[in-house]
């Protein structure tokens, strides 16, 4: 059998930084008999250094030749004056779009380790477990025409182009009854559907794909309800599926319940389970060379590139379980650690993570 082929593209600011971490985990596999390989390339501002585009020819050939993606992060200061299409973020909206990652996947788990990380009380968020399916290739993300305009009043405009076809909603539906069937066959879909005739036509849909899963219980709510309830009592939730934009800011709500941004995973899935897996944070620049990021996301990532593309649940058991230890160890980065406790840097998680994860062989 041939390698699993992965391409690492770490990205700006922490990105290098937390791919940095992945890749010893990585390295540990392969001691092990994992057959893999990796080989690095430029994405978003580093790409726009090297090759002049966010997402340059080398990197979209590199990309569809690999079996699996990892990604660091992002954009940043320095780009940010760039003309919008070449701008860093373009990079990672580029790759999704390109290689059709439609459905993206961000579990949110509250680790009873974090509790007091969490600005949450303990009980609201205690055992804590929701998946939040993101289409992630349509809506006002990649709507056209977009652009610059005079108004009638002759005042400067900016606008863009919501819409979800019904194909489009279809299918990301269907990920997310097969997601509820394995789990508690609780699906929330969140729209705005009073205002909004994309959400009128993605509720629509999500009712007549529910008819093929009768043993799943749909429910609706609209999205300014669910950011609330979210944090009400984030537990009513199991799945939740939701379009680009709404999933965009409602994971990165998320992600407090876990106690940190640094916290959270995530897959990006085509139809075969392809997958780009990246955290859902960002570059952090504030934080960025100094040794302070959460590599968590980030190794956590790898584990669900384990678990969807290479249908290796044990590896990602097994990773899942290395970053309980090391929570349950004390080991702790600034951003989830409480006054008073010994923080650690980004190089020393990843070290943890790697020995707990050594250890845990059987
Ligand atoms: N997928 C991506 O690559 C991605 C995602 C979001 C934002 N961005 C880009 O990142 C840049 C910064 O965006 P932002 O500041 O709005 O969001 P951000 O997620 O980078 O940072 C928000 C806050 O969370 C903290 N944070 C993020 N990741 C952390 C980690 N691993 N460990 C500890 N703390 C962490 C940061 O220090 C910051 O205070 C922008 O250019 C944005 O476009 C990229
Ligand atoms: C950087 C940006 C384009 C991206 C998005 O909005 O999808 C990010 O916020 C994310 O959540 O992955
Ligand atoms: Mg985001």
Redesign the pocket.
């Known amino acids: 059998m041939s390698n699993k082929k992965i391409l690492i593209l770490p ?1 700006d ?3 290098p930084e ?1 791919a940095a971490e992945a890749v010893k985990l990585l390295e540990a596999l392969k001691a092990e008999g994992e057959k893999i390989e990796w080989r690095f390339g430029h994405l ?1 501002g580093a790409a726009y250094d090297a090759e002049g585009h966010p997402y340059p020819p080398s990197t979209q050939q590199a990309a569809r030749a690999a079996d699996a993606i990892l ?7 320095k ?2 004056a760039l003309p919008r299409a070449v701008r ?2 373009q990079g ?1 909206l580029g790759i999704r779009k390109d290689l059709g990652l439609f459905a993206n996947l961000r579990p949110a788990l509250a680790y009873a380790e974090l509790s007091a990380a969490s600005s949450f009380k303990p009980e609201v968020i205690a055992g804590l477990d929701i998946l939040i399916l993101r289409e992630l290739t349509g809506d006002i993300y990649f709507g056209q025409p977009r652009g610059r305009r005079t108004n009638a009043q002759g005042h400067e405009e900016g606008y863009d182009t919501m819409h979800y076809s019904a194909p489009e909603i279809e299918r990301i539906a269907r990920v997310a009854f097969e997601a509820a069937r394995k789990r508690s066959r609780r699906l929330c879909s969140v729209d705005k559907e009073n205002v909004l005739e994309t959400s009128r036509l993605w509720r629509e849909v999500m009712i007549r794909v529910g008819k093929d899963y009768p043993d799943v219980a749909l429910t609706h709510l609209y999205v300014d309800n669910a950011a609330m309830q979210l944090v009400k009592n984030p537990k009513q939730f199991d799945v939740i599926v939701t379009g680009n934009l709404f999933g965009d800011i409602l994971s ?1 709500e998320a992600s407090m319940l876990a106690g ?3 916290m959270l995973p995530s897959a990006s899935l085509d139809a075969n389970n392809k997958g780009l897996y ?10 960025a060379g100094q040794n ?4 968590l ?2 190794i956590l990532s790898v584990g669900m590139m384990f678990r969807y593309t290479f249908d290796r649940a044990d590896i990602a058991e097994r990773i899942d379980a290395a970053v309980r230890a090391v929570l349950r160890a004390g080991h702790r ?3 989830i650690a409480q006054p008073g406790e010994k923080i650690i840097g980004t190089r020393e998680m990843g070290d943890a993570v790697v020995d707990a994860f050594r250890r845990l062989r059987q």
Request: glycine content about 20%; aromatic content about 4%.
């Open positions: 990205g600011y922490i990105g937390i978003g990604m660091g992060a992002v954009g940043g200061p780009y940010d860093p973020e990672i990165d940190s941004i640094g990246e955290p859902i944070h960002g570059s952090a620049p504030d934080i302070k990021a959460n590599p996301a980030m980065t600034a951003d």
